[in-house]
């Protein structure tokens, strides 16, 4: 589709656009925001449907590397007035609407006589640290992500931004605490929750099997009424004088370790492959 100019800020577009960056999701119809031509290719290559394509009027040569389709309407803008629709305090020259994902609790639980690895969050708030986490989690093949409520959306700017693109690939599902335990115990999935005291190390703990593993809120960690549903309380060792880590460090060493664990049981070494940014 050809590119086609506009220049007021009243224009529809750009109105979708800046709904999509501060309510993505259902308010936005579906659609959310991302900014930048490293998102924009990541979409792009994990199969994202991308209805429409914001550039600067000065920055158009950044079309000519990336696959658009046909039927990608492509709008160009002043940037000033770009520049006034985007949320970095350096707005990049192009952004994007694309659709989210449709995922199901079927892409997370994974295929029968699978064992999955599924991180369920219970309020965790900072958007820095989803997208971090969504990242680990990719990169240690981890099932998908459950979302209890009062987690912030994985669609929030600053988390797609922490996600390098994750979070595109990877499925999400925001769901009620009630179904998601329901979901996960007729899967046969084994609950751990993180905790500091009385809880066994990480690295003693069986992660080999079907396996979600509870993260908390960043101030007060997993909830009491949340971490009943749990089978096993486990821990991170830290010799330091450190009373508790970040949530996405702990996270990922999580991840990590059940990666390991899980190599290991495979009978082969743990793998070192995908791009390190």
Known sequence: MPPRLIQSKQNA???????????????????????????????????????????????????????????????????????????????????????????????????????????VLAGLQDPGNLGTILRSAEAFGATGVLALPGTVSPWNPKAVRASAGSIFRLPFLAVPADESFAALREAGVRILTTTVDAAQPIDLADLTGPVAILIGNEGNGVPADIAFHADQPVTIPCPGPVESLNAAIAAGILLYEASRQRQSAAGGPHERRGRQR
């Open 13 to 119: 577009r750009l109105k979708e656009l800046r709904k999509a960056f501060l309510m993505p999701g259902r308010e936005a119809k579906g659609l959310a925001a991302i900014e930048g031509s490293n998102l924009l290719n990541e979409a792009l290559l994990a199969g994202l449907h991308i209805p429409t394509v914001f550039v600067a009027e000065d920055a158009e040569s950044q079309l000519d590397t990336l696959a658009l389709s046909a039927s990608t309407e492509i709008l160009l803008a002043p940037r000033p007035l770009l520049d006034s629709t985007l949320q970095t305090e350096t707005p990049q020259p192009i952004a994007a609407l694309v659709e989210i994902p449709d995922w199901t609790l079927a892409h997370i639980l994974g295929p029968a006589k699978s064992a999955p690895l599924i991180l």
